[in-house]
């Protein structure tokens, strides 16, 4: 029985039978929230004194206020059992609670022992009006008082009549938005090649790198007047942006069930993104958004005015008390399972959802075979990781480990487990790794906010992020080179991604295929290679058709062979002619 209920049943009691329950509603409250603080303690003393004397003390009601019940039964005392049993009006249990905290004493009690959560007077929500109706009507749970402030768009911003179709037409202020990573390489390398310089955000770069980034494009006095991003620039970045161009309308997303889906961007992700175009604060008084392909602009109109659906309900994670009652039930059942029964079992009303799991009982599943508590291991599976980055997912794994024995994690350990000193990137690989290594780095500060006995170094380890940093921005102000020296040792081909690369991707040759992308160029097409039959369309042509390739990917396939065929021929001039079941030399392997 939850503390509320328990509250409420008892100020429900008849007066003559308060005091014979008193007992046993005080045992079921320490059995929920432990032994009653400060004032909470000396209510059961009081009244088991008065109870004692006869009644000739009054009972202290300071912190309640006895209510008087209507008997339902025709005894004189009425009928406690249907009085107990009935069921509860919800609004009437938030009106009473509401009614409670507000009181002066119980917010000073609170206060005390930790249990008015931030320390604020004021606390301001940011965000669009569709979360509006839900916010409000979660604060009235809580009984605070909601003021909602609506602010318009300081400076207009127009949707273009025109694609921009070639990154030949790109201006001064120009800010072109990818959904993936290999986007982001290919449309950097197209742009250096035509002369151009262009600054790169995205997600996973460090905090520092990116307001570096930030602060190259928007200084007029730098030769970098492109940006080449992802939706990561809708998140606290200041730019200066003149035009908006969507790369893409495809997004690939996980949905609560934790299944895949590539669909278009919504109405709020497009607003936030092309909002950033013409801010008040930037050079640019007004705002342009188009999209790269022509065949996108009608949807890019659409999908800008559909009305915002409201936000329905809020997300709920369970808690570690939670668990851990379970578990007390199911001892000998993993954390995995334990959240498996738990949502199985999970009842909410339409406020609210059970949390998408998958990502809490991967980390789980990753670390059961090692011995922690079950409130240890429920604070390791909440850690923010990204299961797709084979390193970060070991880090989590080895401290865990460390952690069981009780061996705090030093900065010494730290520095000779990620090989400090690190070397400037060579390719992108090299760059994706040390990603990886501040994403390690960012793990060991969050855990060390909860258990800071075993990761005492956090200052230290601030002061190696900062410096980790310096080398990632180092390598993303070189990003093409680094593009060009991967695709020359063909790092980037999809035989050499890595698992989250090949992933990305697939998702971004299939987010091609839905928006059916066929870019553009003037005076230019797609070199057709002669096929057997006149009246049939070459594969190349019908790929650039389907758009699963454009023509500058075309282009870049056909370069691609003919170095490899030059290449295989020069091979088989130096080791000689060879027949069936003679061995080839072996190819020594890049250094890189």
């Known amino acids: 029985m939850s503390f509320p209920r328990c509250a409420l049943l008892w100020a429900r009691l008849p007066a003559g039978r308060r005091a014979g329950h008193r007992a046993a509603v005080c045992s079921a409250l320490r059995a929920h929230i432990g032994p009653f603080p400060g004032a909470l303690g000396r209510v059961p003393a009081v009244a088991s004194s008065s109870s004692a004397s006869g009644g000739s003390k009054a009972p202290n009601t300071s912190l309640f206020v006895p209510l008087t019940v209507k008997p ?9 059992g249907a009085e107990l049993t009935r069921p509860l009006d919800k609004n009437e249990v938030k009106k009473i609670l509401d009614k409670f905290y507000k009181r002066k004493e119980i917010q000073k009690l609170a206060a005390d022992y930790g249990l008015d959560g931030l320390c604020a007077e004021e606390v301001h929500l940011c965000g669009e009006s569709a979360a509006i109706d ?21 400076t207009p911003i127009t949707v273009l009549d025109h694609a921009l179709e070639s990154l030949d037409n790109l201006r001064p202020g120009d800010c072109i938005v990818c959904f993936s990573k290999n986007d982001i390489y290919s449309v950097s390398r197209q742009i250096e090649i035509r002369g151009l310089e262009s600054a790169v955000i995205y997600g996973s770069l460090p905090p520092g790198t990116k307001l570096a980034q930030a602060k190259k494009f928007n200084d007029p006095d730098d030769p970098c007047k492109i940006l080449v991003a992802t939706d990561a620039i809708g998140m606290g970045l200041n730019l200066s942006i003149r035009r908006i161009i969507f790369y893409s309308l495809i997004k690939p997303s996980i949905n609560e069930k934790g299944e895949k889906e590539i669909e278009p961007i919504t109405t709020s992700q497009a607003l936030q993104i092309a909002g950033r175009a013409g ?25 800008l005015n559909r009305p915002v659906d409201p936000i329905r309900a809020a997300g709920l994670h369970p808690t570690a008390e939670q668990i851990e009652m379970f578990a007390y039930h199911l001892p000998d059942t993993t954390l995995s399972n334990l959240i498996d029964i738990f949502v199985d079992f999970s009842q909410v009303d339409g406020q609210y959802f059970v949390c998408n799991m998958d990502d809490f009982k991967f980390s789980a599943e990753l670390i059961q075979h090692i011995p922690l508590s079950l409130r240890v291991r429920y604070v390791f599976c909440t850690a923010p990781i990204n299961k797709k980055q084979p390193f970060v997912c ?12 009780n061996e705090p994690l030093t900065f010494s350990w730290l520095r000779r487990y990620i090989k400090w000193p690190l070397l400037p990137p060579k390719n992108i690989k090299d760059l994706m790794d040390l990603e990886a290594v501040h994403d390690v780095l960012d793990l060991y500060l969050w855990l060390s906010y909860r258990f800071i006995d075993m990761f005492p170094d956090a200052s230290f380890v601030r002061d190696l992020q900062k410096e980790l940093d310096g080398i990632i921005q ?29 992933s990305r991707l697939s998702g971004a040759l299939k987010s091609q295929a839905r928006r059916t992308r066929s870019t553009k160029t003037s005076g230019s097409k797609a070199a057709e290679p002669p096929g057997p039959h006149a009246g049939e369309k070459s594969l190349a042509s019908r790929l650039v058709q389907q758009g699963l390739l454009t023509a500058d990917m075309l282009k870049q396939l056909e370069k691609e062979w003919l170095t490899q065929r030059t290449e295989h021929g020069k091979e088989i001039t130096e080791s000689g002619t060879y027949s069936k079941g003679t061995r080839r030399k072996k190819k020594e392997p890049d250094s890189d």
């Open 72 to 80: 339902q039964g025709p005894s004189a005392d009425g009928d406690v």
């Open 134 to 154: 839900l916010v409000t009507e979660l604060m009235y749970t809580t009984g605070e008082e909601v003021e909602v402030r609506t602010y318009k768009r300081l």
């Open 279 to 303: 801010r008040f604060s930037s050079k640019f008084k007004e705002g342009e958004v188009t999209t790269m392909n022509r065949e996108d602009l009608n949807l890019l109109r659409e999908i």
């Open 394 to 405: 070991s880090s989590l794994l080895q401290f865990a480990r460390q952690f069981s024995r």
């Open 474 to 502: 180092d390598g993303v102000h070189n990003i093409t080179k680094l593009i060009k020296i991967s695709e020359t040792h063909k790092l980037l081909n999809l035989e050499s991604l890595s698992t989250e690369s090949q």
